[in-house]
């Protein structure tokens, strides 16, 4: 029966892919692997486990639980879980991303169709040089913005962000600074 499972939800993800990628604009399709497969009809997910990891276009996904949200046979959102779940897509200039982008956080939400991604539990989000940590981290990937921590306050965030190199004057003697 597991068997009949697998190729049911190979089959379902395959549509799903091709009608996302129609409707979207999306180029390709989602590949994921894990140790088991399960479609349940009644929620219209499939549940991926064991070292999971989807892939597609330049994003790929892995952690220990994978579920897919299926919406009038699109994938509406992605959830990954593990110890930690991580994201990662590729830096493609002609689509703007000058640098890679990876997360890891205990669970990790993906919306590929708005591209955002929802972070909780150890979150950390990595661009570049630069590093935001924190509880749990909202990213818009597009549009490049970040919400970290929640509206009351109580969580901390802490990030790291690249300075530019100091540049000295000649001019000046090395124990003057510029005023």
Do not use: W
């Amino acid at each position: 029966m597991i068997f009949k499972q697998h190729v049911i939800s190979l089959a379902l993800l395959v549509c799903a892919s091709a009608s996302y990628a129609e409707s979207s604009g999306a180029v390709g399709e989602i590949i994921i692997e894990g140790a088991s497969a399960e479609f349940n009809k009644a929620n219209n997910t499939i549940t991926y486990t064991g070292d999971v990891e989807a892939k597609m276009d330049s994003v790929a996904i892995n952690g220990e639980l994978l579920l897919v949200n299926l919406a009038q046979d699109k994938v509406e959102l992605i959830t990954t879980s593990g110890s930690p779940a991580r994201f990662r897509q590729d830096a493609d200039q002609s689509k703007g991303r000058s640098f890679a982008t990876a997360a890891s956080a205990e669970k990790i939400i993906y919306f590929p169709e708005d591209n955002k991604l929802e972070l909780a539990g150890s979150a950390k989000l990595t661009q570049g040089s630069n590093i935001i940590s924190s509880p749990s981290i909202r990213y818009d990937i597009l549009r490049g913005e970040v919400e970290a921590g929640d509206q009351a306050g109580q969580e901390r965030v802490q990030m790291q962000l690249l300075l530019p190199k100091a540049t000295i004057n000649p001019a000046l003697p090395k124990d003057t600074t510029a005023k």
